[in-house]
Every structure is written in C-alpha cells, then in structure tokens.
C-alpha cells in the first residue's frame, strides 16, 4: 500500500519532520524550497503547537546525560531559548504534530 501524498503544505512539512528533529535548512532542501520560504509555515505550526524546537529545555527532548553531547546539534549552548519568537533552528514534531499525522495518515 503506497503512502498518500501529504494534504497540504504544512502536512508535508510536519510528515517532513517526523522521526528525526530537522532544521528549516533540511526541511527546505528535503521540500524544494528555501528556508526564507518555509518561514511563515514553520512560525505557524509551532504558534499551533504541532512542532517545538528541539531542545533540552524544550518538553521532552531526551539529551539529558548522552555520551554524544558534545558533538550534538542540539546540545545546549549556554543561550536561553526565546518563547515568545523562537530562532527555528532545530524542530521536532509535539504530540499534537504527530496525533494530525495520524489522523491524515
């Protein structure tokens, strides 16, 4: 049974993301668009709260005491994260991200 091509622009953005945390970088390259362009889309899936940066302080994130910390893109820098405009560097889906995918599945 083949996939079903995603419903919308921001599904495939969300099916995009699923199962391994991307920056807006990936995601345009992976998509065919530019980062500038994926801008707008991302803001709004993560003011939606179907997408949240992938970081230690941010929910459920697993780093905690990883042996690869170090080299880890998502490591933390010492740089608090902004809520109220996060930078989008490194996305992952929420629970509400991955229940919508499981829905249109």
Same mark, same amino acid.
């Given at each position: 049974m083949a996939t079903r091509p995603?419903?919308?622009?921001?599904?495939?953005?969300?099916q995009a993301i699923a199962g391994t945390p991307r920056t807006p970088s990936e995601l345009a390259q992976e998509l065919g668009s530019t980062a500038a362009a994926l801008d707008g889309?991302?803001?709004?899936?993560? !003011?939606?709260?179907?997408?949240?940066?992938? =970081? %230690? &302080?941010?929910?459920?994130?697993?780093?905690?005491?990883? !042996?690869?910390?170090?080299?880890?893109?998502? =490591? %933390? &820098?010492?740089t608090p994260i902004a809520a109220a405009a996060p930078a989008l560097n490194l996305l992952r889906l929420t629970r509400r991200g991955e229940a919508y995918l499981g829905r249109i599945g």
């Open positions: 995603p419903s919308s622009p921001l599904a495939a953005i969300l889309m991302l803001r709004t899936l993560f !003011a939606g709260g179907y997408v949240q940066e992938a =970081a %230690p &302080d941010a929910g459920a994130c697993a780093c905690g005491p990883c !042996a690869l910390k170090s080299l880890c893109r998502n =490591a %933390p &820098d010492g």
